[in-house]
């Protein structure tokens, strides 16, 4: 099987990215490694569909979450983000679970 490949975001700059080829078994944590620099210490891939941004999971399959957006996809943008990671179960709440199409279209 040929790999994918995702685009991402490694600043606000839509002409500052990268492609990492993914595969059915690539993890997040796989493109976060191939996206950073030497020497950062805590980054997270975040994915941003019309304002609303979630964090992914370090463990999430990439491949498989590209093909649950379905006709979407287009409009789905996955940037590194620099620092920890949201608290999931507090800033992420209102992030993410703030617009009901989301929610609607995740399940």
């Known amino acids: 099987m040929m790999p994918m490949f995702l685009t991402v975001y490694l600043s606000n700059n839509d002409q500052h990215f990268t492609e990492v080829p993914i595969t059915p ?3 997040c944590r796989d493109v976060v490694e191939l996206c950073k620099e030497p020497g950062d210490a805590s980054c997270h891939l975040a994915e941003v569909w ?3 941004e979630r964090v992914i999971g370090e463990s ?4 498989d979450l590209l093909l649950q957006w379905g006709q979407e996809r287009p409009d789905v943008r996955f940037f590194l983000r620099h620092g920890r990671a949201p608290n ?3 800033d992420m709440d ?3 679970f703030g617009s009901a199409h989301w929610q609607d279209h995740m399940e």
Do not use: D, F, H
């Open 25 to 27: 078994e690539t993890v």
């Open 50 to 52: 019309r304002g609303s």
């Open 60 to 63: 999430e399959k990439m491949m």
């Open 88 to 90: 999931p179960l507090t």
């Open 94 to 96: 209102q992030c993410l």
